[in-house]
């Protein structure tokens, strides 16, 4: 298997991250979550749009972004291009920032968690509102009763999206 990679070079981590991030620069609505290459030179980058769903277009266009800048007689390669799964964990500021008045499902680092109405997004927090019903002193029924959080960005294990169907 070794063999395989005789006379190639490994992909260059600077070199994929320079031609995506020439393409962001045409697109600046656009923004990167994740890059990564592994040692079998398969090269997973993850885009996202600031306000609009990905499309396989979008895919596409990235895909060619660095598929046609490099050399494949140089380097051997594997290339996937995807949005971010809706099922996974932000990784990035701008997914907290686009995902803003959405519900969503906080996992603190010390394994408390907390599901909200995601209201506002800092630079360094989140606030989540949410409701519980609640024994109020001199009421016989349970009431409603707000709660609002805000967490740090630090204190925060993992946050992902509550897909809901209607």
Sequence with gaps: ?????????????????????????????????????NTASKIYVEIDHKTDPISINDCIAFSRQVEHNLDREEEDFELEVTSPGLSLPFKVHQQYVKNEGKDVKVMLNSSKSYQGLMQDVT????????ETKEKIEG????????????????????TKIIVKFK
């Design 139 to 158: 009421k016989k029924k349970k009431l409603k009763v707000e709660h609002k959080l805000t967490f740090a960005f630090d204190e925060i294990k993992e």
């Design 123 to 130: 630079e360094k927090d989140i606030t989540i509102t949410f």
């Design 1 to 37: 298997m070794s063999s395989f990679f005789i006379g190639k070079k490994m992909i260059n981590k600077e070199t994929v991250l320079s031609l995506i991030n020439e393409k962001l620069d045409e697109n600046p609505e656009f923004y990167l979550v994740d890059l990564k290459i």
